[in-house]
């Protein structure tokens, strides 16, 4: 598998923002749908959030309208804008890229929310 390099995480206030980016090698042609996965201690892990190459993204159940992603194709990126952050959004992010079937994934970046 190849590791995607995540940043943008660190510690917000609730009623924040913060935006998380992650970029694929960019010899890695032709991916088809990026997005986020998160997971707190505890939990499984859950979708945040897709999008594929061309056409419309899809979030998780629990962010209503408070995140928007977005992706760059000419720089293999992929950003989640996330506004109005609350307490319960404390989780590590996961980036996922998928190429011909394959599924790749970030290490990671910790996101705190709190006051």
């Known amino acids: 598998q190849v590791q995607l390099v995540e940043s943008g995480g660190g510690l917000v206030q609730p009623g924040g923002s913060l935006r998380l980016s992650c970029a694929a090698p960019r010899n890695i042609l032709n991916i088809q749908t990026m997005g986020w996965y998160r997971q707190a201690p505890g939990n499984e892990r859950e979708l945040v959030a897709v999008?594929?190459?061309?056409?419309?993204?899809s979030y998780g159940d629990f962010v209503e309208g408070r995140f928007t992603i977005s992706r760059d194709n000419a720089k293999n990126t992929v950003y989640l804008q996330m506004n109005s952050l609350k307490p319960e959004d404390t989780a590590v992010y996961y980036c996922?890229?998928?190429?011909?079937?394959?599924?790749?994934w970030g290490q990671g970046t910790q996101v705190t929310v709190s006051s």
């Open positions: 999008i594929p190459s061309v056409g419309m993204a």
């Open positions: 996922y890229a998928r190429r011909a079937y394959v599924d790749l």
